[in-house]
């Protein structure tokens, strides 16, 4: 008898040890990425601000927060952040709609062009959205309107950077909704809005919130932005942390300050992580390609065109003016002087910056798309244990620390065998894949969330091994999650400024930190390369997402 049970038991616990095996196997190489590439640098830089003597001094964290302006900081820090993420959900779900739902003339084109302002440097935003309403800028010419002495420019300028972000995370989800759920409500007498409502946002519910929490995390540690258009009246905790590092050169203050930041981030992500998960299961996908139509009827076209007069004023406007400003020297000066090394800014010539950020970039989104992957598909196993599931959270963090703090910390922490990065190239993708990374795996749990695990039970029954399982069930399903994540990856990491600025070398600048370099020089030619650069910056990156527009869209293959 006890034979039998062990010869009956056997087979049942094999899966159990395999499905074990196979999610720490799928943990295990991001796990050590965050905790060598983030939680060790990050360590290293907040231990060395509250060390003196070998002490700890953790009376300095009462201390500082007892300041007056520390607090007053930490609470606009908190405010602006709610108030644009709620500004940039109102503004950006009916473009999400439109990108998911309706069928027009150059929508691929319009939407990778979307996405370019999401990976402009912030200091360029920052400049063009002063020359829009700051002294002298078009609305104070036109009407007499300023906006830079008040909150609003730092709100429109952080709804300009995420609009993307909801457009693409909501805008995919969105697209694979199948609509004939809602139309069967509409058929049983509920008003069209009351069908959205209760069939169609409870199903978006993941991605909305996804969305929120990257824009909520992006402008509560914002920094160009605030710095430029803030002044001395506005100030974020990420501007008063490079205030104090490289200003004061108050590395306690800056610690502190850091250690605020990342417990904030951390509870805002333990809620998030609570109740979304419930909900990103039982979605009924289909293929996009059967859901988008032209518009039909007054009001969709009212609301197709409403979107279209939107991103004009609030995305194209702001780059149209850099674009102006490149070619206000005769004989296209700027972009000629953008070959040569003369101006003593850089020790190559600044064109050199392109194929540097083009080469990083590419680096590392591979690195992204490959840990982002792995923790994706392990945060979706069913049999995923507590840690794997808390690990969902963890992997945020990136997005809500201090890229200062992240940049100085690789300095000082990988600068000895065995792992002496300082003058390696692997450096920079290393840093910009940590940002990469949370896009990868937010933009794919809500897919790999809803693939029925039925599906995956029935393969393993009939004998395949875990890789064949996720290559023919799960990729042939996600793999338009997948691209998305990887053109967010691409986006971020040429655009990533905030730790490439301290570990990019001199010879090999990437294109933010060139830009970086002009506009911190005084100089009618330093600017105008400046503009120049970031007009370059926009074309590579529109070409770039309009490739990935058409991948994206190519059936073949497709379920």
Not at 178 to 186: C, G, K, L
Not at 199 to 207: D, I
Not at 463 to 487: C, F, K, N, Q, T
Not at 524 to 550: H, I, K
């Amino acid at each position: 008898m006890d034979l039998a049970r062990t010869e009956v038991a056997a087979p049942a616990s094999a899966p159990r040890k395999r499905g074990a095996a196979v999610r720490l196997g799928l943990i295990a190489v991001p796990v050590a990425f965050f905790a060598v590439f983030f939680a060790y640098p990050v360590a290293a830089i907040v231990s060395r601000g509250l060390k003196v003597d070998g002490a700890w001094q953790f009376g300095r964290l009462w201390d500082v927060f007892g300041e007056s302006d520390i607090r007053h900081v930490l609470w606009f820090t908190t405010w602006q952040a709610f108030a644009s993420t709620a500004l940039t959900l109102l503004i950006a779900l009916p473009g999400a709609y439109v990108f998911a739902r309706f069928d027009f003339p150059g929508k691929q084109v319009l939407r990778a062009v979307v996405t370019v302002p999401f990976v402009l440097p912030t200091v360029v935003v920052g400049t063009a959205f002063l020359a829009l309403v700051g002294r002298g800028g078009l609305l104070d010419e036109l009407w007499g309107v300023r906006l830079d002495t008040t909150v609003w420019a730092i709100l429109l300028a952080h709804v300009f950077f995420n609009y993307a972000v909801v457009v693409r995370t909501v805008g995919g989800l969105w697209a694979q909704l199948d609509p004939r759920q809602e139309e069967a409500a509409r058929m049983l007498g509920a008003s069209p809005l009351k069908a959205w409502r209760q069939v169609t946002l409870p199903a978006l519910a993941p991605a909305v919130a996804a969305a929120a929490l990257m824009v909520f995390l992006f402008t509560f540690t914002s920094f160009g932005v605030v710095q430029i258009l803030g002044g001395p009246t506005f100030s974020t905790l990420e501007v008063e942390i490079y205030r104090q590092t490289s200003e004061i050169f108050d590395l306690s203050t800056a610690a502190v300050l850091t250690i605020i930041q990342f417990l904030a981030v951390a509870a805002i992500l333990a809620v998030h992580a609570g109740t979304v998960r419930r909900r990103e299961s039982a979605l009924r996908l289909v293929d996009a390609s059967v859901t988008a139509r032209r518009p039909r009827g007054a009001g969709q076209w009212a609301l197709l065109a409403g979107v279209l007069a939107v991103i004009v004023v609030l995305l194209l406007l702001p780059l149209a003016v850099l674009v102006q400003r490149s070619f206000d020297a005769p004989d296209f000066g700027y972009y000629r002087a953008l070959t040569s090394a003369d101006g003593g800014v850089f020790l190559v010539a600044p064109i050199e910056a392109i194929g540097n950020s083009l080469q990083y970039a590419v680096v590392a989104t591979l690195i992204a798309v490959v840990i982002g992957g792995l923790a994706a598909a392990a945060l979706t196993r069913r049999d995923a244990g507590r840690f794997v599931r808390g690990f969902d959270a963890l992997l945020m963090l990136p997005l809500g620390v201090s890229a200062v703090t992240v940049g100085f910390g690789f300095l000082i922490a990988l600068d000895e065998p065995p792992l002496d990065l300082r003058a390696s190239w692997i450096l920079v993708p290393l840093a910009q894949a940590l940002v990469g990374v949370p896009f990868v795996v937010r933009t794919m749990l809500p897919v790999l969330r809803a693939v029925d695990q039925r599906l995956r039970e029935a393969a393993s029954v009939l004998g395949a091994s875990p890789w064949r399982v996720w290559r023919e069930v799960d990729l042939p399903m996600v793999r338009r999650a997948l691209l998305i994540a990887a053109g967010f990856a691409f986006a971020v990491s040429l655009g990533e400024f905030g730790a490439t600025v301290f570990i990019a070398r001199p010879d090999n600048p990437t294109l933010p930190v060139a830009v970086a370099r002009l506009l911190g020089r005084a100089g009618e030619l330093n600017y105008g390369q400046a503009m120049a650069l970031s007009t370059v910056l926009m074309v590579v990156c529109a070409v770039a997402l309009l490739v990935l527009e058409r991948l994206r869209t190519d059936r073949t293959g497709e379920f």
